[in-house]
Nanobody
Framework: QLQASGGGLVQAGGSLRLSCAAS????????LGWFRQAPGKEREFVGA????????YYADSVKGRFSIIRDDAKNTVHMQMNNLKSEDTAIYYC??????????????WGQGTLVTVSS
């Protein structure tokens, strides 16, 4: 089970940190991805982190502004989002896969957390 949190309302240029907490003892065997869906748009890939923090991947739209780290001891992955823009407004989802990121496919999805960036 995945639980995303950390969303909220922030002004453009501000920062938020999203977290994805997982239950279960096999979290370290999963790679994790972040996705988002803006109103009226399709879900899109945001970023991902491989097992053991080996690699991270980011969409071009967030590269240099977002960063993902994982803490397997706490079964948690964080996504730090800096210099937020109005176009980052969306519901953000985390998902895990036993296969390679960012392709997946992803096996389990958490509920979303809403990020709203005001301009």
């Amino acid at each position: 089970q995945l639980q995303a949190s950390g969303g909220g309302l922030v002004q453009a240029g501000g920062s938020l940190r999203l977290s994805c907490a997982a239950s279960g003892r096999t979290f370290s065997s999963y790679a994790l991805g972040w996705f988002r869906q803006a109103p009226g748009k399709e879900r899109e890939f945001v970023g991902a982190i491989s097992r053991r923090n080996v690699s991270t991947y980011y969409a071009d739209s967030v590269k240099g502004r977002f960063s993902i780290i994982r803490d397997d001891a706490k079964n948690t992955v964080h996504m730090q989002m800096n210099n937020l823009k109005s176009e980052d407004t969306a519901i953000y989802y985390c998902a895990v896969t036993t296969l390679k990121v960012p392709l997946g496919p992803y096996d389990y999805w958490g509920q979303g957390t809403l990020v709203t960036v005001s301009s």
